[in-house]
DNA sequence: CACCTATCGCAAGTCGAGTTGCTTTATGGT
DNA sequence: ACCATAAAGCAACTCGACTTGCGATAGGTG
């Protein structure tokens, strides 16, 4: 008991010009609490990116942030996500082709940053004891990239029988896999070859 | 089952009973350890194995595990590759579509076991302040299966310009975004449908 | 067989994630 | 202005990964 005196602030003499950010609540904390992730986040990196450590930055006790996040990884999940919401938008050039390298270019983009890699490596944690409740982030943008081959079939420039999700999958899992196994670059080159090979295929292929 | 007090001359007739506390050494605890690690990983899962449990198991202090292995990481890890090491062979069949299709069929298969699952998302989190580089199994497995296609081309089936690791990135990578991401089920079918995509492009073939 | 040393057992401890019971305070509503 | 209460603070744990100092011993060597 004696050992902490920090009992109480004595009515916080100085006096500055915003209002004393002691005991923040609310959506004041939260907003602290996630600037100070984020901030942590491209400082520290990942793995310096403790939960004790947000916590102290935001001026915000532990607890506070396991009641509202539950788990570092919510938190920095959170954190992310709000950050990088609108990072991979859908164009919409009328060429199949280029709006596959346009979107993958953007996300092959988002994948060289720190907070892009952060976000895929935490996406891959799931437990497997307990329920299916990760966020499906990458997931639901690579589905949401499916329409722009959709609109390419309806354009005529694919075939009806043409496989959106796969087409999707296959262009997207190899720049997942590269970021997450063997860390090799994701060059523009990458991507638009890629997307030729899923387009042309390996043999017809007039490559690029 | 667990117990192996065979194949050393045990020898102390003195009094005591077998029940002395059998300290194994070098090679034998060794193998013992990793016996245990892998009988875990199968029973209770990559969550469940945890190295107290693993040392328990092999009748063996926490502390030579870690002094022997350093991580509960490196122990896993060494404990699944000597395991599922000869679990990919290279096909061939002299047909590079049938070559692929066998390939990955065995991928997705590995991938659909716990302990593929378990060294797939163990050879992601390789650490970024560290230099320790993450053994690269996968990228070598995948860069192994890129003769596949190198005889493609050298029997004609394949255009000259074909890029083999491009190809078996795509493929491999479908499967392992869907292992570690969506977690959806790696279906014979998929396996076929994304060779074909990759061999025949969206557009293009109708071969099969 | 006696000796040496790498190897193992053990206890105690650090550190970060996550939890719990209880106290305190900031707000919003009347 | 006052009061009820949700939201924060705080301390004291649990648990698993990982470390360290030291004592005990198995195993091979002379």
Same mark, same amino acid.
Not at 90 to 105: A, K, M, S
Not at 121 to 126: A, F, K, Q
């Given at each position: *008991?004696?050992? #902490?005196?920090?009992?109480?602030?004595?009515?916080?003499?100085?006096?500055?010009a915003?209002a004393? +950010?002691?005991? $923040?609540r609310?959506? /004041? *904390?939260?907003?602290a609490? !996630?600037?100070?992730?984020?901030r942590l986040?491209?400082t520290q990196?990942?793995?310096? =990116?403790t939960v004790?450590? @947000?916590?102290r930055?935001?001026?915000v006790h532990e607890?506070?942030v396991?009641?509202r996040?539950t #788990? /570092?990884?919510?938190?920095?999940?959170?954190? !992310? #996500? #709000?950050?990088?919401?609108?990072?991979?938008?859908? +164009?919409?050039?009328? &060429?199949? /082709?280029?709006?596959?390298?346009?979107?993958?270019?953007a996300?092959?983009?988002?994948?060289?940053?720190?907070?892009g890699?952060?976000?895929? $490596?935490?996406?891959? &944690?799931?437990?497997?004891? !307990?329920a299916?409740r990760? %966020? +499906?982030y990458?997931? &639901?943008? %690579?589905?949401r990239a499916? @329409?722009?081959?959709?609109?390419?079939?309806?354009?005529?420039?694919? +075939?009806?029988?043409?496989?959106?999700?796969?087409?999707v999958?296959?262009?997207?899992g190899?720049?997942?896999?590269r =970021?997450?196994l063997?860390?090799a670059p994701?060059? &523009?080159?990458?991507? /638009?070859? !890629?997307v030729a090979l @899923? %387009?042309?295929?390996?043999?017809?292929? $007039?490559?690029?």
């Amino acid at each position: *008991m004696a050992a #902490t005196p920090s009992g109480h602030p004595p009515a916080s003499p100085s006096s500055q010009a915003a209002a004393a +950010p002691l005991r $923040r609540r609310g959506e /004041r *904390m939260r907003q602290a609490v !996630l600037a100070a992730t984020t901030r942590l986040l491209s400082t520290q990196g990942l793995a310096g =990116t403790t939960v004790a450590a @947000v916590a102290r930055a935001a001026g915000v006790h532990e607890t506070s942030v396991y009641r509202r996040w539950t #788990t /570092r990884e919510n938190l920095i999940l959170d954190a !992310l #996500t #709000t950050e990088l919401d609108t990072a991979l938008p859908l +164009p919409d050039t009328g &060429e199949v /082709r280029e709006d596959l390298v346009r979107f993958f270019t953007a996300l092959a983009r988002l994948l060289d940053t720190a907070q892009g890699r952060a976000l895929l $490596r935490l996406s891959v &944690e799931h437990d497997d004891t !307990l329920a299916d409740r990760r %966020l +499906p982030y990458w997931t &639901e943008r %690579l589905q949401r990239a499916a @329409v722009l081959v959709r609109r390419g079939v309806e354009r005529g420039q694919l +075939p009806a029988g043409t496989d959106p999700g796969l087409v999707v999958e296959a262009v997207g899992g190899a720049l997942f896999a590269r =970021t997450l196994l063997s860390g090799a670059p994701l060059g &523009e080159p990458l991507v /638009r070859d !890629l997307v030729a090979l @899923v %387009l042309d295929g390996a043999r017809g292929g $007039r490559s690029r």
